[in-house]
């Protein structure tokens, strides 16, 4: 099917730019002598994360418990639920792996450490955790070095068996340049590794060591200690993740297509219906070097049209205008003329859509679900 | 259902507060001697809409031409897609009127109404047309006075029947305080007013003269020539509507209930299951003069906890911290206790759920869709 035959606004993937992404990532972890988990919170998609995956079971993260039963039913068994689980969510995972997966958590307190062996006991069931660690002071988890990561290692009985450590660099979103990159992929390594470290000298068996961002996956130069790696959003890239500096704008494979509907003519703007519901209302990229306001403005074939940006959005309506603040030619952008939004941030937009238009050599060949909610 | 019985992120709706709300633009209106043609675009939901439209076909206005088959074919057949059309979506709206709706349509160029009109003549079919006014510089449409008005009426011809005249005050949700809300109300009035006296004159019928923004409704106090308001967020009200000044906290309908999941000891921090997927990248607060964060903390049973806020979020995870920078009491937040967060803007939040648990005296008694996306 042609672009123009899609109605807008339909989310898109390059396949060509996807396929080198994974294969990047998956070249990033053979270097780095690790297992890749992609993490499927970016795309939500059977096709995609089958594309990743090492073997037909996995491993893969979610972010999400639908994922997890999803995928989970879809024959990819070896996840990590990799947000801090809430003790009423046991049940469900408990299902899930009933089901037949292996949904690994993570906990990073005495109390869910209790709350988690208390349901094992209770229920006659059992959870395989993680304890999840802060090496940036970034979100949740424990300091490298806490005397807590012992005493949760120890509250863990009863069916709730440690099996691993995990951290997240998500301080390494706000790196500028390779130096800092490289400092924060450094950082994340050293950090879990002496949390192993610590606890296998206290007896407990430490058989997963898993770090992960996207800036970091791209910067590590070697990961000794570290088994692997998670990273989301470097199978898809955005404009944020160009700011930080691990892709080029040429590597984004997400885009929106969108139709012009309309002008306003007295400020020189076109109006499409790419709206912020589609774009999403991230604007990661005005804390950067380029502001891309809600999204880089390509024409149909994905060439950047470097002086026009989508200044601004409403609901259904993207307003682009060019960054030079002259009027856009009228002539240049009749009506219905298609256009290919790159978002600043791929999570988010993807989220607004329940399927991809899979693109190749400048036609949709296929359709891709997601998995989007949470019920 | 008890609200704790309910896996999080949850989209929770009060009945009490939306019936009010719903009761409230009821008023307005028949105060104004004008319909109500609510905007279906906040909730996308066929049982919130049956509660707002006067009969059971409507009217009603839609955001995308997805809410408008999914209504239609539920019975509400007054419709305005309030959106420029774009002509290749023509063959679409056709369909859906074929099936037995009104499914009128908006445009603001000669370029557009030549389109329309010659898909209407070609296809042997035919379409109703509000033109689209600007009435404050926000977005799309024609001013009020230009010569290119009489232009685009007198180019739909050929099943391209002019019906009417539209326009949205955008402006007056950055209106500060009640002068610049009557302002902005009076200004919506008088500018479409002006442009169907313009139409009538030169011989066009003019039986739809549309206007409205939540904050207009709620500040207009007289629309003498206007037949209808539109107005969506305001059957739901949200914590950007209450910065403009149009509603208390109490009255936001809609909120997050979300899980304590655990702690960042050193900052102070709760982090919970309600991240920005959940809650959106909105942060239109930023602007107002108290910047909600990510939302308002309440507890359980909606009530505010006002020293709290949703501080900073990441995809599945929301930071919440005192808004005086001490650590929040562990000992008041054991895990898994449920929060209800308010959010920012109620269309974007609701946009990440597929549906509505609707909040009875603090139980969940009921479970209602919402139609999202675009195909």
New interface residues.
């Given amino acids: 099917m042609k672009l123009?035959e899609l109605?807008?606004?339909?989310l898109l993937i390059d396949r060509d730019k996807l396929i080198r992404n994974i294969a990047r990532a998956k070249a990033s972890c053979a270097k780095l002598g690790v297992h890749w988990r992609p993490h499927l919170?970016t795309h939500k998609c059977l096709e995609i994360a089958r594309l990743q995956i090492e073997d037909p079971t996995g491993p893969a993260t979610v972010?999400?418990?639908k994922e997890a039963e999803f995928f989970a039913s879809n024959g990819i068994t070896d996840l990590i639920y990799a947000?801090?689980?809430?003790?009423?969510?046991l049940p469900?995972v408990d299902r899930i792996n009933k089901s037949g997966a292996d949904c690994k958590i993570i906990?990073?307190?005495v109390?869910?450490a209790d709350?988690v062996s208390r349901y094992a006991r209770t229920a006659g069931t059992s959870f395989r955790v993680l304890i999840?660690i802060?090496c940036d002071?970034h979100?949740?988890g424990l300091?490298p070095g806490s005397p807590e990561i012992l005493e949760v290692a120890r509250h863990l009985k009863d069916g709730a068996a440690l099996v691993g450590v995990l951290t997240h660099a998500?301080g390494s979103y706000s790196a500028h340049g390779d130096a800092e990159l490289k400092a924060a992929a450094e950082n994340e390594v050293t950090a879990i590794t002496r949390v192993a470290d610590d606890l296998r000298a206290a007896g407990f068996p430490i058989e997963i060591v898993s770090v992960g961002s996207t800036p970091t996956l791209c910067a590590a130069e070697k990961a000794p200690g570290v088994t692997e790696y998670r990273s989301g959003v470097g199978t898809i890239f955005d404009l944020f993740m160009h700011g930080v500096g691990v892709c080029e704008i040429g590597d984004i494979a997400e885009s929106v297509l969108v139709?012009?509907?309309?002008?306003?003519q007295?400020?020189g703007w076109l109006?499409t219906?790419g709206g912020?519901?589609?774009m999403?209302?991230?604007?990661g990229t005005a804390s950067q070097a380029v502001d891309w306001g809600y999204g880089a403005v390509c024409d149909i074939n994905g060439n950047l049209i470097p002086e026009l940006w989508v200044a601004s959005a409403?609901?259904?309506?993207g307003?682009i205008a060019r960054r030079d603040g002259k009027p856009i030619s009228e002539s240049d952008f009749?009506?219905?003329t298609r256009l290919r939004i790159l978002p600043n941030?791929a999570?988010?937009t993807a989220?607004?859509?329940?399927?991809y238009h899979i693109v190749d050599h400048g036609e949709a060949t296929e359709v891709w679900h997601r998995i989007?909610?949470?019920?």
């Avoid at 109605?7 to 339909?10: A, C, E, G, H, L």
Wanted: proline share 6%.
């Fill in positions: 123009t109605d807008t606004p339909s919170k972010s999400t418990l947000v801090g689980i809430a003790p009423h969510k469900r906990l990073d307190s109390e869910a709350a999840e802060d002071g979100r949740s300091k998500g139709s012009v509907i309309g002008r306003q007295e400020k109006i219906d912020w519901l589609a999403s209302r991230d604007r409403n609901q259904e309506h307003i009749p009506l219905d941030h999570c988010p989220a607004a859509f329940d399927r989007n909610n949470w019920e």
